[in-house]
C-alpha cells in the first residue's frame, strides 16, 4: 500500500535556526558501508559555508566537511575539526557548500543511443550540479544505466527509473494494464509511469495491482480519471501540474465539459478563483502526493519566445543538430501537448482557442497554482522534462529554478525541492534507504561547492566552483574542460 500521506514540514528559517545547536560540534557517526564506485581518496572542504538542507541550521558559517569512502564522515567548525592525514583539501573560503540537486523528471535515450553520447548526457547533468534523476519513460536499458552509475562503472546521477508508459494505447482495458503492471515490477523498475487516455477502470485496476506488487504510480492524470481521483487514490506524483488547469474551472464548466458540451480554455482559465486554487493545494497536501511541476517545459510551449531565440541560449551548444531540428519544428508549429486532452475529444477546448492573451493568462494560472501548492505545504520535486524543446539536460534545472521563484516559491522551498526532500520522496515512495540530500554526517558525498549564497542568489547555481558525486571531485576547470568537448562532439 501506498505510504499514508506526508507531514507539512516548516522550512523557516526561524525553525531551522533554532536547531543549530545539533550541529555545533564535530561528532563522528557510526558509518555504514562504503559508497558503492565511490573515490577511496579522503577529502576534506575547509572554511566553507555549509547549507546543511536538514532540520537543524539554514546555514553553517566557516566549516570543515571531511569526506571519506563517499561519504561525510565530519562537519564542524574550521579549526576544531580534524582532517584525517593525506587528505585533499578543497579551498572553501568565501564559497557555499550545499547538496546535489535533482532532475526528478528526465528522460533518459533508449538502447540505440551510443555509449559515448549516453555518458556525455551524464555528465551534463552533473556539471550542472545534479547528481540524482528520475527518468519518466522507462527503456530496457534503463535498469541496467542505473547499476552503471550506482556501482560506480559509469560517472554518473544516481538515477530511478520509471516503467515504459501506461497510457490509453498501450493499456486500454484492465486486463492489459494488469499484466503491464505486473511486468514491469517484475523488471524491477523503481516506479510506473502514467500517461493520459487511461479509462477509470483501467486506472482502478492498475492501482490495485501496483499496491498488490508494492510499486508506485506517478505522471500525467487521465482526464477520464481527473485530479480529485488521482488524490484520493494515493497517486505519489503529479507531473507537469497536470489536471489542476481543468480541476480550478467553475463547477459550471465542468458541469459542461463532463457533458460533452464545447468549453473553451479562455473560458476555464477566466473561471480559475484564487478560493478554488488554494482548495486543490490543500487537497494536494492532505493526499500527501508529490508534484513535480516542470513549469520551464510549458511555458516554452506557450510563451512568445521564438524558436530562434531559444536556439541561441548558450547551452544549446550541448545539443545536437537533429534535437535542435525537432524543437524548433515543436516551438514553431507550437504542438501543444497533452493539455486537456480529454476535453478536446468532444470538440471543446481545441488549438484553436489558444490565442497569445489565452496562453499568457495560461502561464499565470499555472504559477499561481505552483505558488498555492508551495503555500499550503503541498510537497514539490524538482523536474524539467529534459530533454526536450530547447531544455538541454542540467542546464534545464537553472531555467525551472528561475521560474519556480518568479511564481513565488521561496528559495529554500526550491532547494529542498531538488535535494531534502528528494531524499524524503525516494525513502517514502521507493522505498530507497540510501542517506542523501543533505550535508550531514552519514550522508552520501553528493555535493555541489558555489560562489555566492544560493539562499540569496540562487543564479550562483549555474557555474559551481566544482561538483562531487559519490566522493569524486569535479572541479570547475575539469566541468568546463569536459563540457567543450562535449559540445565538440554534439556539433556546437
Known sequence: MNPSPSLIRASSAIL?????????????VEQGEPVAGASSEPMAFVGV???PMTDGALLLEDRT??????????VGPSGETPVPDGATTIDGSGRWLLPGMAEMHAHLPGPDTPTERMEDIFFLYLANGVTTIRSMQGAPNHPELREATASGR???????????????????????????VRRHAAAGYDLLKLHPGLSPETYDRIVEVAR??????????????GLERSLQTGKSTIDHLDGYVEAAASPDLRARAEAGEPVTLSEVVASATPERIAELAEMTRDAGTWNVPTMYLWENFYNDVSAAELAALPE?????????????????????????????TDGAMGGDDIDAVTAQALIDLRREILAALSAAGAELLMGTDSPQMFMVPGFAVHHEIRVMAESGVPPLAIL???????????????????????????????????????????????????????????PRDELQRRLAEISERAGG
Open 65 to 74: 566537511v571531511v569526506i571519506e569512502d563517499g561519504r561525510i564522515t565530519l
Open 316 to 344: 544549446m551548444r550541448y545539443a545536437t543538430p537533429g534535437e535542435l531540428e525537432q524543437w524548433s519544428a515543436q516551438k514553431e508549429n507550437r504542438i501543444f501537448v497533452e493539455l486537456l486532452e480529454g476535453w478536446r
Open 16 to 28: 531551522a535556526l533554532g536547531l543549530a545547536a545539533c550541529l555545533e560540534s564535530p561528532r563522528e
Open 49 to 51: 559555508h555549509v547549507l
Open 154 to 180: 559509469t560517472m554518473g546521477p544516481t538515477i530511478f527509473s520509471a516503467s515504459p508508459s501506461l497510457s490509453g494505447t498501450s493499456a486500454p482495458d484492465p486486463e492489459t494494464a494488469e499484466a503491464l
Open 212 to 225: 498488490e506488487e508494492g510499486i508506485t504510480w506517478a505522471g500525467h492524470v487521465s482526464p477520464e480519471v
Open 416 to 474: 529542498e525541492s531538488g535535494s531534502r526532500r528528494v531524499a524524503e520522496y525516494a525513502a517514502s515512495e521507493l522505498g530507497y534507504v540510501e542517506d542523501f540530500g543533505r550535508v550531514a554526517p552519514g550522508a552520501r558525498a553528493d555535493l555541489i561547492l558555489v560562489e555566492a549564497n544560493p539562499l540569496e542568489a540562487l543564479e550562483a547555481l549555474r557555474d559551481p566552483a566544482g561538483v562531487m558525486v559519490r566522493g569524486h571531485w569535479l
